[in-house]
Protein backbone atom coordinates (compact mmCIF):
# COMPACT_ATOMS: atom_id res chain seq x y z
CA UNK A 1 0.00 0.00 0.00
CA UNK A 2 1.46 3.50 -0.88
CA UNK A 3 1.80 5.38 2.12
CA UNK A 4 3.32 8.41 3.70
CA UNK A 5 3.02 8.88 7.30
CA UNK A 6 4.09 12.34 9.38
CA UNK A 7 5.67 12.65 12.86
CA UNK A 8 7.35 14.99 14.96
CA UNK A 9 4.59 17.50 15.60
CA UNK A 10 4.63 19.10 19.05
CA UNK A 11 3.46 21.99 21.18
CA UNK A 12 6.49 24.41 21.40
CA UNK A 13 6.91 27.80 22.23
CA UNK A 14 7.32 30.80 20.13
CA UNK A 15 10.89 30.98 18.84
CA UNK A 16 11.33 27.46 18.71
CA UNK A 17 12.35 24.64 16.64
CA UNK A 18 10.95 21.37 15.96
CA UNK A 19 11.63 18.87 13.06
CA UNK A 20 8.91 16.85 11.45
CA UNK A 21 9.56 13.63 9.60
CA UNK A 22 7.60 11.76 6.95
CA UNK A 23 8.24 8.19 6.21
CA UNK A 24 7.33 6.44 2.51
CA UNK A 25 6.38 3.02 2.03
CA UNK A 26 4.71 0.77 -1.00
CA UNK A 27 6.39 3.00 -3.76
CA UNK A 28 9.76 3.91 -5.06
CA UNK A 29 10.86 7.20 -2.77
CA UNK A 30 13.30 7.90 -4.93
CA UNK A 31 11.31 8.70 -8.24
CA UNK A 32 9.47 11.12 -6.55
CA UNK A 33 9.73 14.71 -5.54
CA UNK A 34 7.72 15.47 -1.96
CA UNK A 35 5.79 18.31 -0.63
CA UNK A 36 4.83 19.58 3.03
CA UNK A 37 1.45 21.46 2.93
CA UNK A 38 -0.13 22.30 6.11
CA UNK A 39 -3.41 23.30 7.22
CA UNK A 40 -4.09 25.75 10.06
CA UNK A 41 -6.94 25.28 12.51
CA UNK A 42 -10.42 26.08 10.49
CA UNK A 43 -8.35 26.95 7.82
CA UNK A 44 -7.50 26.35 4.12
CA UNK A 45 -4.33 24.63 2.46
CA UNK A 46 -0.94 26.10 2.38
CA UNK A 47 1.66 24.80 0.38
CA UNK A 48 4.90 25.01 2.38
CA UNK A 49 7.86 23.15 0.46
CA UNK A 50 9.31 21.06 -2.08
CA UNK A 51 12.03 18.58 -2.64
CA UNK A 52 12.99 17.33 -5.89
CA UNK A 53 13.89 13.55 -5.47
CA UNK A 54 18.12 13.98 -5.98
CA UNK A 55 17.15 16.70 -3.22
CA UNK A 56 18.72 19.63 -6.25
CA UNK A 57 15.78 21.80 -6.41
CA UNK A 58 14.31 23.13 -3.01
CA UNK A 59 11.25 25.52 -3.06
CA UNK A 60 9.81 27.24 0.19
CA UNK A 61 6.66 29.44 0.32
CA UNK A 62 7.70 32.83 1.19
CA UNK A 63 6.20 32.81 4.89
CA UNK A 64 8.51 30.15 5.61
CA UNK A 65 11.51 31.15 3.96
CA UNK A 66 14.65 31.44 5.61
CA UNK A 67 12.86 29.06 8.98
CA UNK A 68 12.02 26.41 7.79
CA UNK A 69 14.71 23.87 5.98
CA UNK A 70 13.30 20.76 3.56
CA UNK A 71 15.74 18.03 3.40
CA UNK A 72 15.22 14.00 2.62
CA UNK A 73 17.51 10.79 3.67
CA UNK A 74 16.57 9.09 0.53
CA UNK A 75 18.30 5.37 2.13
CA UNK A 76 15.52 5.98 4.66
CA UNK A 77 12.73 6.95 2.74
CA UNK A 78 11.90 9.71 4.58
CA UNK A 79 11.46 13.77 4.04
CA UNK A 80 12.02 15.97 7.08
CA UNK A 81 11.02 19.82 7.84
CA UNK A 82 13.54 21.19 10.45
CA UNK A 83 11.12 24.52 11.52
CA UNK A 84 12.71 27.16 13.42
CA UNK A 85 11.96 30.72 14.83
CA UNK A 86 8.55 29.79 14.83
CA UNK A 87 5.51 31.60 15.19
CA UNK A 88 1.99 31.26 16.73
CA UNK A 89 0.73 32.11 13.35
CA UNK A 90 3.02 28.30 12.20
CA UNK A 91 0.44 26.25 14.53
CA UNK A 92 -1.50 23.82 12.17
CA UNK A 93 -1.22 20.08 10.58
CA UNK A 94 1.14 19.57 8.24
CA UNK A 95 0.92 16.95 5.61
CA UNK A 96 3.43 15.38 3.44
CA UNK A 97 2.44 14.60 -0.17
CA UNK A 98 3.46 12.92 -3.28
CA UNK A 99 3.89 15.27 -6.35
CA UNK A 100 3.04 13.43 -9.84
CA UNK A 101 3.88 15.36 -13.12
CA UNK A 102 1.80 14.86 -15.71
CA UNK A 103 2.37 16.58 -19.31
CA UNK A 104 0.14 17.19 -22.66
CA UNK A 105 2.32 18.89 -25.06
CA UNK A 106 4.13 21.73 -23.67
CA UNK A 107 1.22 22.16 -20.83
CA UNK A 108 2.11 20.73 -17.48
CA UNK A 109 -0.13 19.34 -14.51
CA UNK A 110 1.33 19.39 -11.27
CA UNK A 111 -0.72 17.73 -8.69
CA UNK A 112 -0.34 15.87 -5.29
CA UNK A 113 -1.92 12.24 -5.01
CA UNK A 114 -0.62 10.93 -2.03
CA UNK A 115 -1.30 12.51 1.07
CA UNK A 116 0.29 11.35 4.58
CA UNK A 117 -2.50 11.20 7.42
CA UNK A 118 -0.78 15.09 8.86
CA UNK A 119 0.91 15.53 12.35
CA UNK A 120 0.02 18.84 14.61
CA UNK A 121 2.56 21.90 15.83
CA UNK A 122 1.08 23.76 18.43
CA UNK A 123 2.85 27.25 18.88
CA UNK A 124 2.35 28.79 22.12
CA UNK A 125 3.11 30.48 25.22
CA UNK B 1 1.09 36.04 -6.61
CA UNK B 2 -1.35 34.27 -7.97
CA UNK B 3 -4.60 34.08 -6.47
CA UNK B 4 -7.27 31.29 -6.66
CA UNK B 5 -11.16 32.35 -6.04
CA UNK B 6 -13.55 29.79 -4.64
CA UNK B 7 -17.44 30.31 -2.79
CA UNK B 8 -16.96 29.61 0.55
CA UNK B 9 -19.86 27.57 0.30
CA UNK B 10 -22.75 26.24 -1.22
CA UNK B 11 -25.49 23.64 -0.53
CA UNK B 12 -27.05 21.08 -2.93
CA UNK B 13 -29.82 18.84 -2.53
CA UNK B 14 -29.31 14.94 -2.56
CA UNK B 15 -29.22 13.67 -6.24
CA UNK B 16 -29.00 16.97 -7.52
CA UNK B 17 -25.79 18.77 -9.21
CA UNK B 18 -23.13 20.41 -7.48
CA UNK B 19 -21.00 22.72 -9.48
CA UNK B 20 -17.99 24.38 -7.36
CA UNK B 21 -15.83 27.21 -9.18
CA UNK B 22 -12.54 28.22 -9.15
CA UNK B 23 -11.28 31.13 -10.53
CA UNK B 24 -8.50 33.42 -11.74
CA UNK B 25 -7.03 35.48 -14.36
CA UNK B 26 -6.16 33.34 -17.59
CA UNK B 27 -6.60 30.34 -15.25
CA UNK B 28 -7.84 28.26 -18.59
CA UNK B 29 -3.77 28.66 -19.84
CA UNK B 30 -3.14 26.18 -16.63
CA UNK B 31 -3.94 22.90 -15.31
CA UNK B 32 -6.02 22.79 -12.27
CA UNK B 33 -6.47 19.74 -9.96
CA UNK B 34 -9.54 19.42 -7.05
CA UNK B 35 -8.86 17.97 -3.53
CA UNK B 36 -11.85 16.92 -1.26
CA UNK B 37 -11.29 17.03 2.30
CA UNK B 38 -13.92 15.33 4.88
CA UNK B 39 -13.29 16.46 8.63
CA UNK B 40 -10.75 15.16 10.30
CA UNK B 41 -9.19 13.53 7.46
CA UNK B 42 -6.13 14.20 5.06
CA UNK B 43 -7.28 15.57 1.63
CA UNK B 44 -7.89 13.02 -0.97
CA UNK B 45 -7.29 13.95 -5.11
CA UNK B 46 -10.29 14.26 -6.87
CA UNK B 47 -9.50 15.63 -10.34
CA UNK B 48 -6.14 16.10 -11.65
CA UNK B 49 -5.40 17.78 -15.35
CA UNK B 50 -8.44 20.14 -15.24
CA UNK B 51 -11.00 16.69 -16.33
CA UNK B 52 -8.69 13.00 -15.35
CA UNK B 53 -10.30 11.36 -12.35
CA UNK B 54 -7.50 8.80 -10.78
CA UNK B 55 -8.18 5.47 -9.87
CA UNK B 56 -10.89 4.73 -7.47
CA UNK B 57 -13.02 8.45 -7.57
CA UNK B 58 -16.56 8.21 -8.88
CA UNK B 59 -17.87 8.86 -12.39
CA UNK B 60 -19.80 11.42 -11.04
CA UNK B 61 -17.04 13.43 -10.03
CA UNK B 62 -16.07 15.40 -13.40
CA UNK B 63 -14.22 18.80 -13.96
CA UNK B 64 -13.36 21.38 -16.73
CA UNK B 65 -11.17 24.88 -17.29
CA UNK B 66 -12.12 27.31 -19.74
CA UNK B 67 -11.09 31.28 -19.57
CA UNK B 68 -11.40 32.24 -16.21
CA UNK B 69 -13.10 29.40 -14.52
CA UNK B 70 -12.46 26.11 -13.48
CA UNK B 71 -15.32 24.10 -12.08
CA UNK B 72 -15.86 20.85 -10.42
CA UNK B 73 -19.06 19.58 -10.92
CA UNK B 74 -20.64 16.55 -8.46
CA UNK B 75 -23.81 14.76 -10.70
CA UNK B 76 -25.94 13.29 -8.27
CA UNK B 77 -24.64 14.29 -5.37
CA UNK B 78 -25.05 12.30 -2.05
CA UNK B 79 -24.51 12.51 1.44
CA UNK B 80 -21.00 11.40 1.61
CA UNK B 81 -19.82 14.19 -0.57
CA UNK B 82 -19.90 16.79 2.23
CA UNK B 83 -16.76 18.13 2.18
CA UNK B 84 -14.30 20.45 1.73
CA UNK B 85 -12.93 21.03 -1.52
CA UNK B 86 -9.75 22.94 -3.11
CA UNK B 87 -8.86 23.70 -6.08
CA UNK B 88 -5.08 24.08 -6.94
CA UNK B 89 -2.72 25.29 -9.76
CA UNK B 90 1.10 24.96 -10.60
CA UNK B 91 2.39 29.29 -10.50
CA UNK B 92 6.07 29.27 -12.49
CA UNK B 93 6.70 31.92 -9.39
CA UNK B 94 4.86 30.79 -6.18
CA UNK B 95 4.60 26.92 -7.30
CA UNK B 96 1.76 25.11 -5.74
CA UNK B 97 -1.38 27.71 -5.49
CA UNK B 98 -4.94 26.33 -3.65
CA UNK B 99 -7.89 27.95 -3.71
CA UNK B 100 -9.72 28.84 -0.35
CA UNK B 101 -11.63 26.23 0.11
CA UNK B 102 -15.68 25.72 -0.45
CA UNK B 103 -17.60 24.17 2.01
CA UNK B 104 -20.48 21.56 0.25
CA UNK B 105 -23.24 20.62 2.14
CA UNK B 106 -25.48 18.01 1.42
CA UNK B 107 -29.16 19.21 2.62
Known amino acids: EVQLVESGGDFVQPGGSLRLSCTAS????????INWVRQAPGKGLEWVSYISSSSSTIYYAESVKGRFTISRDNAKNSVYLQMSSLRAEDSAVFYCARTRITADGNKYSYYLDVWGTGTTVTVSS | SYDLTQPPSMSVSPGQTASITCSADKLGDKYVSWYQQKPGQSPVLVIY???KRPSGIPERFSGSNSGNTATLTISGTQAMDEADYFCQVWDDNTYWVFGGGTKLTVL
Open chain 2, 49 to 51: QDA
Open chain 1, 26 to 33: GFTFTSYT
